[in-house]
């Protein structure tokens, strides 16, 4: 069984640019979740996805953060504009029940 | 008070020993109890599930669960070098917050030889 992809992998913008982050899940998982994960700390949830319904996205910075999971499959998180602070990995999981698996994660560094 | 709470690392254990990690959480409706490891540069992978109060084995992990203390632990018997990694604990939230999870802040292990 494929796992979830991500990409790109790595990203490095300039503050107040623009950027999008790609998910594809694990076939058959109907929730998807992204996080953003800063050094040092715990991945912290920004929204949660239910097919393609927003479940929960209380803490998704909505003045610049917008997500979207068309046909409740694949999933695009950007960011515009972006601040020194979004440097942070972005992890893209996906679960059928409790049980959530990771991406690999794009690790943005916004300089 | 944070809602999880992990014990502060770094943890050292010498290879061949126990490693015991501890998780306490906040939220007393908590249902469902998870442990990733997390190595550097990578992304967390789900190691342990637990959601009774009790001990739950899985090769050489067990993790445990007290809900009325409102904590979980993870041991790690006959230690590896190749453990030495990060522990994160994470608890979905009650009610109905269709499974959404809260990590702590990780604790940091090293196994040497």
């Known amino acids: 069984e494929a796992g979830v992809a991500q990409s790109p992998r790595y990203k490095i913008i300039e503050k107040r640019q623009s950027v999008a982050f790609w998910c594809n899940p694990i076939s058959g998982h109907a929730t998807l979740y992204w996080y953003q994960q800063i050094l040092g700390q715990g991945p912290k949830l920004l929204i949660q996805f239910q097919n393609n319904g927003v479940v929960d996205d209380s803490q998704l910075p909505k003045d610049r953060f917008s997500a979207e999971r068309l046909k409740g499959v694949d999933s695009t998180l950007k960011i515009q504009p972006a601040k020194l602070e979004d440097s942070a990995v972005y992890l893209c999981?996906?679960?059928?029940?409790?049980?959530?698996?990771f991406g690999p994660g794009t690790r943005l560094t916004v300089t | 008070q944070k809602e999880v709470e992990q014990n502060s690392g770094p943890l050292s254990v010498p290879e061949g020993a126990i490693a015991s990690l501890n998780c306490t959480y906040s939220d007393r409706v908590s249902q469902s109890f998870f442990w990733y490891r997390q190595y550097s540069g990578k992304s967390p992978e789900l190691i342990m599930s637990?959601?009774?109060?009790g001990d739950k084995e899985d090769g050489r992990f067990t993790a445990q669960l007290n809900k009325a203390s409102q904590y979980v632990s993870l041991l790690i018997r006959d230690s590896q070098p190749s453990d030495s990694a990060t522990y994160l604990c994470?608890?979905?939230?009650?009610?109905?917050?269709?499974?959404?999870?809260?990590f702590g802040q990780g604790t940091i292990l090293t196994v040497h030889p």
């Open positions: 637990i959601y009774s109060n």
């Open positions: 999981a996906s679960s059928r029940n409790y049980e959530q698996y």
């Open positions: 994470a608890v979905t939230a009650g009610g109905t917050s269709y499974g959404k999870l809260t």
